[in-house]
């Protein structure tokens, strides 16, 4: 079993920033893992934005935040990143970190069947 911790929410004002950070905490299978980014803004679908592969060679990002976000992940810290630049008010969500073995980072956004859940940070961007 892993337990996804997510930290760096918070409130930021339009066109700032912020980094997630994702730490797997106990056991191994984050290191070999696909890590992803999901966020779902009230009364919305859960939406994926970003995967990295257990290397973090191979990225995939969503065209709705390419440019804008960007994941990394550093595996001898155990923890994968979303840096968020220029941030709208409709990034306003509830920013979660999953990770699924065994898959390419492409394919992480079409997967339903994810092996591990964080239980998400807050995103606040005001106008």
């Known amino acids: 079993q892993v337990q996804l911790v997510e930290s760096g929410g918070g409130l930021v004002q339009a066109g700032g920033s912020l980094r997630l950070s994702c730490t797997g905490v106990s056991g191994p299978d984050f290191r070999i893992s696909t890590a992803a980014w999901f966020r779902q803004a009230p009364g919305k679908e859960r939406e994926f934005l970003a995967a990295?592969?257990?290397?973090?060679?191979?990225?995939y990002h969503v065209d709705s935040v390419k440019g804008r976000f960007t994941i990394s992940r550093d595996n001898a810290r155990n923890t994968v990143y979303l840096q968020m630049n220029t941030l709208r008010p409709e990034d306003t969500a509830v920013y979660y970190c999953?990770?699924?073995?065994?898959?390419?980072?492409?394919?992480?956004?079409?997967?339903?069947?994810?092996?591990?859940w964080g239980k998400g940070t807050l995103v606040t961007v005001s106008s």
């Open positions: 999953a990770a699924k073995r065994f898959i390419t980072a492409q394919d992480m956004a079409l997967t339903k069947d994810i092996d591990y």
């Open positions: 990295a592969g257990w290397t973090g060679g191979e990225t």
